[in-house]
């Protein structure tokens, strides 16, 4: 039995993720969220964990105050994070946060050898290299989160050696603007970018959804995680989300994962592996699920999606400059401070203005995604 510390606590992962540890009895060893005091609060009242992080000190504060009754120990800002993220009492640290803000207490985790459950994608997207060989060096293990990660994991298990594998599918809903043209997207707000067909999200996900920026940064997160070349890896819209990912092998025989879009069976996943144990989410019935279809993507009109594909085939720090420029552009999307289709064009401009260096540190690596940011705020 699995005890967790939960990064990211009250996001829409965090919350589905407290819903599996709490359906098969796991306990919960330190909880963290930016600011969300209420929920928090709730949260540490259920879960009793150890350790209750805020983000946000101020936040911290009053959370410190309402939990004065209880044993639970409050802290504060990134030191509160790796702190959350190496707690000895915990074996599993499951990664919820959005964002970069989410890579050092990645990298402290694994130093501990902690198990990673990875929903926080911008970590390998980042800094890949750095996490992997991290992993790598210290014997760590990263169980992928994202639904489309842990099918590819699922479909490889029994699979030992790599040059079996040839290529990896990864499924993409093609979000609510699926079938668009450039100029209908031109008119799009914000409003219509939160609208998702079939998965309830995050605001920051749901825009990257929209954009295909999610599917561009879930092919990187594969690179990384699966070791392969961007040459093996196809994007496949599939607008059921019924199919999750699939993995085709030498002998052109092909696997796939299947289920009910319900991301609390990859997150149970990850916490269970190797076993599987009684379902959280809903059985998938065969014969009332809509007939299954699989199509190219239109790169064209979904600039992000391109621009994605261009940074995983270059080294160094293009990556971690597409997803700081992306994350600054959606949170000025979100703030109504810019269109739909300027999100693209700011991560654009970003990459050609930020120069590509190594990414051999985490220095590098957060130094280029500052100058991400900093380019996007210039241009507008
Ligand atoms: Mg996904």
């Given at each position: 039995m699995r005890t967790i510390s939960l990064l990211g606590s009250t996001g829409s992962i965090g919350r589905q993720s407290l819903d599996v540890i709490a359906a098969s009895g796991m306990s919960v060893a330190a909880l963290t969220a930016n600011r969300s005091v209420d929920l928090l609060e709730q949260q540490a009242r259920q879960f009793h964990p150890k350790l209750v992080v805020c983000y946000d000190p101020a936040a911290a504060a009053e959370l410190k105050l309402r939990l004065a009754d209880t044993n639970v120990r409050v802290a504060s800002g990134m030191e509160g994070l790796l702190e959350a993220a190496t707690l000895p009492e915990a074996d599993t640290v499951l990664t919820a946060v959005v964002g970069m803000v989410g890579l050092r207490p990645t990298l402290a985790a694994l130093r501990e050898k902690k198990r990673i459950a990875l929903a926080n994608k911008e970590t390998l997207v980042c800094a890949g290299e750095l996490v992997m060989r991290t992993a790598k060096e210290y014997g760590a293990e990263i169980i992928p989160v994202d639904s489309e990660h842990s099918a590819l994991f699922q479909c490889l298990q029994g699979s030992h050696d790599h040059g079996e594998l040839k290529r990896l599918i990864l499924t993409c809903s093609g979000g609510p603007f699926f079938g668009k043209s450039r100029e209908e997207l031109a008119h799009y707000t914000r409003a219509d970018a939160l609208k998702h067909p079939t998965w309830k999200m995050g605001a920051k996900i749901t825009i990257d959804c929209a954009t295909?920026?999610?599917?561009?940064?879930?092919?990187?997160?594969?690179?990384?995680?699966?070791?392969?070349?961007?040459?093996?890896?196809?994007?496949?819209?599939?607008?059921?989300?019924?199919?999750?990912?699939?993995?085709?092998?030498?002998?052109?025989?092909?696997?796939?994962?299947?289920?009910?879009?319900?991301?609390?069976?990859?997150?149970?996943?990850?916490?269970?592996?190797?076993?599987?144990?009684?379902?959280?989410?809903?059985?998938?019935?065969?014969?009332?699920?809509?007939?299954?279809?699989?199509?190219?993507?239109?790169?064209?009109?979904?600039?992000?999606?391109?621009?994605?594909?261009?940074?995983?085939?270059?080294?160094?720090?293009?990556?971690?400059?597409?997803?700081?420029?992306?994350?600054?552009?959606?949170?000025?999307?979100?703030?109504?401070?810019?269109?739909?289709?300027?999100?693209?064009?700011?991560?654009a401009r970003a990459l050609e203005t930020v120069p590509n260096g190594p990414a051999d540190t985490l220095e590098q690596v957060l130094e280029a995604d500052a100058a991400a940011r900093e380019a996007v705020y210039a241009l507008i």
């Open positions: 295909l920026m999610n599917k561009g940064l879930e092919f990187i997160e594969a690179m990384r995680l699966y070791q392969v070349a961007p040459e093996q890896i196809t994007i496949a819209i599939h607008r059921q989300s019924i199919v999750h990912s699939l993995v085709e092998f030498r002998d052109n025989a092909i696997l796939a994962q299947l289920g009910v879009p319900d991301m609390r069976l990859p997150i149970q996943y990850a916490l269970t592996y190797p076993a599987r144990t009684e379902g959280v989410a809903k059985e998938l019935d065969l014969f009332d699920c809509p007939p299954l279809s699989f199509q190219k993507p239109d790169m064209e009109t979904f600039q992000c999606l391109k621009l994605a594909l261009g940074a995983a085939r270059k080294p160094g720090v293009a990556c971690a400059v597409l997803n700081g420029a992306n994350e600054a552009a959606v949170g000025l999307f979100l703030q109504d401070k810019i269109k739909f289709l300027e999100i693209g064009e700011l991560v």
